[in-house]
């Protein structure tokens, strides 16, 4: 489940508008808004979620799970093995 602050994260660490982010992951602008305005788990559909996870890690982003000090996200490193 993705958190509105790890789509607003994720997408400052790739410097995208948040309309650059609806038209990679094919949806609606006002449907990235509404994600990234919520405090924890973003209001979306699965589908809507999985396509917007998949732009963001088609860019290098990893989401990385609650473990104790809160989920996030961080840039892959090119040609690493993670």
């Known amino acids: 489940m993705l958190l509105g ?7 400052a660490i790739l410097k995208w508008r948040a309309a650059d ?3 990679k992951a094919g949806v609606n602008l006002s449907t990235v808004q509404r994600a990234e305005k919520a405090d924890g788990p973003a209001p979306l ?10 732009a963001l890690e088609a860019a290098g982003v990893e989401f990385i799970p609650e473990n104790g000090g809160g989920a996030g ?6 040609g690493s093995a993670v």
Do not use: G, H, T, Y
């Open 21 to 23: 982010l609806a038209e």
């Open 5 to 11: 602050e790890q789509i607003r994260a994720a997408r």
């Open 45 to 54: 559909m699965p589908a809507n979620e999985k396509a917007i996870r998949s």
């Open 73 to 78: 996200v961080r840039l892959k490193l090119e």
